[in-house]
């Protein structure tokens, strides 16, 4: 994902002046000068600066691609393909090559959103089942077949679970497994 | 001298040197596979040195590492694709010699170049450690506060592409390394009333997000799978080597000796270590020509330096709690967990550990010959590994070893997090490593510039009544204005040029 500096830097000014602006909000030692706001806001001071500057910059960026496409036009014979790719030139943001097939968009979406699943539902539905469902689901987007899919996630949940809970004692959510058992 | 028969007894026992093994295994299979880099092996193995004795834990990391930057090279040499960021300054270099069918020099060279750098490295940090460290025991919160403005600094002018996005990932760090309970007053900081945000963002779920998380990220916007391995006969890589590393032995030296420098300056690791390598030895070559065509000339003297670089970025992370590269930063965070704490004095009080680390270095180096041996020979099964497969079974490592740390979910989330950002900071050009330093160096700058204060009475001059503490103050200031004076001097002299053009 391609953003124009400006977007970062806009995005950055304005997390900076909410920073800056609860910071403020710090108690101040008594007979002290400096208290715990003084990091945060010369950090949100500095990030502010940053900001702009990146602003000015994605704004010349901008000029100088507007300027090229302009300047590009009259010298190609308007082919379709070629003023297609001129007009869509100076964008603020681009995806990358994922952003292109709806089949690698909900590839990218999974990672996020497994990992969310997993950290709302682990609880109540355990690691061992969860893992399993996820590891399937990603294998099987990615390009393994279903069986094998199944296969592997069954295997590595299982490693996981002896490496992790038997060997080095972490308590990996049990979750349902726990109530069928008890 | 006497802390040099315990540190053997600690290092060479049965189950230190069987974590060595399996971490070198685990080391050369990630190290060769493109996309998984060397710090990703080192995030990945933080939940697992979490429960082990502080040597096996250490010994785990650098024999990963070290082997990982090395196996690097294999899919650098078969297929032009780096295998970790450290060795693409000479994938195309190394791949041009299999392509004229010298596919066993090209991995010999890396090899043996390997293997030699990471001695050279092994043994300046054997040799400036304990030497800066007897100086640094006298560093008062003063010294202290300007080294890490110092390694702050440093990360941001070496950081890779321009200097105010490298700003911009600094900041973000120190604002990380923000959040939590501060240390003048107890008060919380950006927690917003969680709990678990008041001990502060844990550190090794944020690593795992940053290196482990983002290349899963990456993989899935742009999956490269199978590619042809050229077929051509891997067997004796050591033929014609002597020839070579004799021609080029100054190479080697320099080589070494960059490296590890490059590896001492917080920021830079074994990546830029090849780079600025590769490039002053097509600078001096006599045949620079013949560089990019396949001349092993640059790749004795870039295999060397990224693997001597890995040593260097110790020196500054056990003598003052410096991080020199992305990997020592883990590290660091790994020493702290251990109660080893990083600097002078455990040089003094625990010099047996310290010594530990410097055996273990020489060791997982030498071990490197054999083992990475293997490794090219079993180069094709290993790449024949769908990644299509791993990136799932990594997730889900990920996941529980980001868990494991405190046991709760929260790290996960710290880690999605942060590999979220990771990733769109790498997508536009904000280079990640400053990002690292300022979580770990933050709290470092924080607590010694108020303690500094009180103990100045909140006087500003008091930063500079030490002579040390003057000299590395005054060179922070250097750093920070040079470049703001260059780019004033290039402004005034561009305005220069254009009312002389006008006129004219």
Not at chain 2, 145 to 150: H, K, R, V, Y
Request: proline share 6%; aromatic share 10%.
């Amino acid at each position: 994902m391609w953003l124009n500096d400006a977007i970062s830097g806009t995005v950055l000014v304005l997390f900076a002046i909410a920073e800056i602006a609860y910071s403020t909000t710090f108690p101040t030692l008594h007979g002290q000068a400096y208290g715990p706001s003084l990091f945060p806001v010369l950090i949100g001071c500095c990030l502010m600066a940053c900001g702009f500057v990146l602003i000015f910059r994605g704004l010349r960026t901008r000029r100088s691609q507007a300027r090229a496409l302009t300047s590009d036009h009259p010298q190609t014979d308007v082919g379709t393909t070629e003023f297609e790719a001129n007009t869509t030139d100076p964008v603020w943001i681009r995806f990358g090559e994922w952003a292109s097939s709806p089949s690698r968009r909900i590839n990218m979406a999974l990672v996020p959103g497994s990992l969310i699943a997993y950290i709302l539902l682990s609880n109540t539905i355990g690691f061992m089942p969860l893992s399993i469902v996820i590891l399937s689901v990603l294998l099987y987007r990615l390009g393994s077949s279903l069986v094998l899919s199944l296969g592997i996630a069954i295997a590595t949940t299982t490693l996981l679970q002896l490496l992790f809970a038997k060997v080095l004692l972490v308590p990996l959510p049990a979750g349902l497994l726990l109530r069928w058992l008890g | 001298m006497d802390a040099i028969l315990p540190a053997m007894s600690l290092v060479f026992q049965l189950d230190v040197l069987g974590v060595m093994l399996l971490a070198a295994i685990f080391g050369l299979f990630v190290g060769s596979i493109p996309g998984l880099t060397a710090t990703m092996a080192a995030a990945l193995l933080i939940p697992f040195t979490f429960f082990m004795e502080p040597v096996p834990a250490i010994a785990a990391i650098v024999t990963t590492v070290a082997m990982a930057i090395f196996a690097g090279d294999i899919p650098g040499a078969l297929l032009r694709i780096p295998g970790t960021p450290a060795s693409a300054a000479y994938c195309d270099e190394a791949y041009a010699l299999t392509r004229k069918g010298k596919v066993e020099t090209a991995l010999g060279v890396s090899l043996v170049c390997s293997v030699i750098g990471g001695v050279i490295g092994s043994a300046l940090l054997a040799m400036t450690a304990p030497v800066l460290a007897e100086f640094a025991i006298k560093f008062s919160s003063f010294e202290y506060f300007w080294l890490a403005c110092l390694g702050l600094s440093c990360a941001v002018v070496v950081s890779t592409g321009s200097t105010v996005k490298g700003l911009v990932s600094l900041l973000i760090g120190l604002f990380i390394a923000t959040i939590g309970i501060d240390i003048t007053a107890g008060h919380p900081r950006f927690t917003f009333g969680s709990v678990e945000m008041m001990g502060g963002i844990s550190f090794i779920p944020a690593m795992i997000g940053m290196f482990a998380i983002s290349e899963v990220l990456r993989f899935i916007a742009t999956p490269q799978d199978g590619q042809a391995i050229p077929q051509q006969p891997i067997k004796n890589v050591f033929r014609g080597l002597g020839g070579i590393i004799s021609r080029y032995k100054l190479n080697v030296v320099r080589g070494g000796t960059i490296g590890a420098v490059v590896g001492i300056l917080p920021g830079a690791g074994s990546d830029i270590a090849a780079w600025i390598a590769y490039a002053m030895s097509k600078r001096f070559s006599k045949n620079r020509e013949k560089f990019g065509t396949g001349h092993p000339e640059g790749l004795v003297d870039a295999g060397t330096a990224n693997n001597a670089g890995l040593a260097g970025a110790w020196i500054p992370a056990l003598v003052f709690g410096i991080p020199g590269d992305s990997i020592t930063a883990i590290v660091i965070g790994v020493l702290y967990m251990k109660g080893m704490n990083p600097g002078p004095t455990v040089f003094m009080q625990q010099p047996e550990l310290i010594h530990a680390v410097f055996i273990v270095f020489f060791v997982a180096n030498l071990a490197l010959l054999p083992l990475g041996f293997l490794a090219i020979r079993l180069s094709r099964t290993i790449l024949h590994v769908p990644r299509h497969v791993l990136i799932p079974i990594i997730l889900m490592f990920c996941v529980v070893g980001a868990f494991a740390i405190n046991n709760s979910v929260f790290g996960i989330s710290v880690m999605l997090f942060m590999g979220v950002m990771a990733y769109v900071m790498e997508e536009n050009g904000f280079p990640v490593a400053p990002t690292i330093l300022g979580i770990v160096l933050g709290a470092m700058l924080e607590r010694n510039f108020m303690s500094s204060m009180i103990k100045a009475d909140g006087e500003f001059s008091g930063f500079f009544s030490r002579p040390i503490a003057a000299t590395l103050g005054v060179l922070v200031i250097l750093i920070w204005t040079l470049p703001l004076l260059r780019a004033g001097l290039r402004a005034l002299s561009r305005r220069r040029q254009a009312s002389s053009a006008e006129i004219s």
